[in-house]
């Protein structure tokens, strides 16, 4: 094939329309995402959505035939997808449906599709697309984290976003896309080119992998959870029972202080032992004095 030929055929490829679907979370993760961010919904909320939770799940699962769409992603430097503006008018349609007393089913249909929105965006692969090789390893990140979902614990986020607080809902998706976008270089050095891992204990549980996977569902699945709560508030929802509203901020664990070590005092000058010297021997018994011997004339009457 010629030069120009070849730069025609790579022109073509670059060109071609993408048809597959860029994945982030495969459907067992986002179900149990599901499942984890109602345990911390208020009570009355988390009712309505037990109850129609087929469509709550639902909602979560079916966008993500569309997932090569901007609207399921959102770049950490502001300049590609509309995550942000699409979770705001997400958030405004879902409230105008509870001001109409739209159906509840359908209500909780689009709180999963607003669910799935906001779980795209902490994606850690979702907030650039600095690196090249990223295809090649994406598909086998999500895989890895559907495998190691048995031994991630959910840790939940119990402070509420600043950006929340002020009820910017396009801040708080900026905010999101922030804190995962730190983790993206971070994932592609531990695979090669084929998906599998770059060397033995590249993603084994003390893994920088490993760990980015647990934050990043905890994250995910608390966003989640306050983007309803958030919502549920602000149509003054019934919030009694909610966990952590009104309670005490959690104990901070402190460790006692070690004893001191006693210091040492400036050493000694050792006196040399003694060399081992053998036992005095005994001093020889001495003789008997001998009497006198008597002189003559002496000793006879």
């Not at 769409?69 to 502001?78: N, P, S, Y």
């Not at 007393?101 to 669910?115: D, I, K, N, Q």
């Not at 966990?243 to 070590?261: N, S, Y």
Request: net charge neutral.
């Amino acid at each position: 094939m010629s030069r120009c030929a070849r730069a025609f055929a790579l022109l073509v490829l670059a060109s071609w329309p993408v048809t597959a679907a860029a994945q982030s979370w495969t459907d067992a993760t986002r179900s149990r995402m599901i499942q984890d961010a109602l345990k911390i919904a208020p009570p009355a909320l988390s009712e309505i959505l037990l109850h129609y939770a087929k469509d709550l799940n639902r909602g979560m699962l079916e966008p993500s035939k569309h997932e090569g769409e901007e609207v399921h992603f959102q770049l950490a430097d502001g300049h590609g997808g509309l995550a942000a503006a699409g979770v705001t008018k997400k958030v405004d349609e879902i409230r105008g449906l509870l001001e109409k007393r739209a159906s509840f089913r359908r209500v909780t249909y689009e709180m999963g599709v607003l669910a799935h929105l906001v779980s795209d965006v902490e994606f850690p692969l979702n907030a650039s697309d600095s690196d090249a090789r990223e295809p090649l390893y994406r598909d086998a990140y999500c895989r890895y984290i559907e495998h190691v979902l048995v031994r991630i614990p959910f840790v939940v986020d119990r402070d509420e976003p600043a950006a929340l607080q002020k009820n910017d809902i396009q801040g708080f998706v900026m905010e999101i896309a922030r804190r995962a976008v730190k983790n993206y270089p971070l994932i592609g050095p531990a695979f090669k080119d084929d998906g599998t891992p770059a060397f033995p204990s590249a993603l084994d549980e003390r893994s920088v992998p490993f760990g980015i996977a647990s934050l990043s569902y905890s994250h995910a699945t608390s966003d989640i959870a306050w983007i309803w709560r958030h919502l549920w508030g602000s149509i003054n929802g019934d919030m009694r029972g909610t966990p952590f509203v009104g309670g005490p901020p959690p104990e901070k664990v402190q460790v006692p202080p070690r004893k001191p070590k006693p210091k040492r005092g400036p050493r000694a000058a050792q006196t040399p032992a003694p060399s081992p010297q053998a036992s005095p021997s005994p001093a020889p018994p001495e003789a008997p004095k001998a009497s006198p011997t008597p002189g003559p004339g002496e000793g006879k009457p």
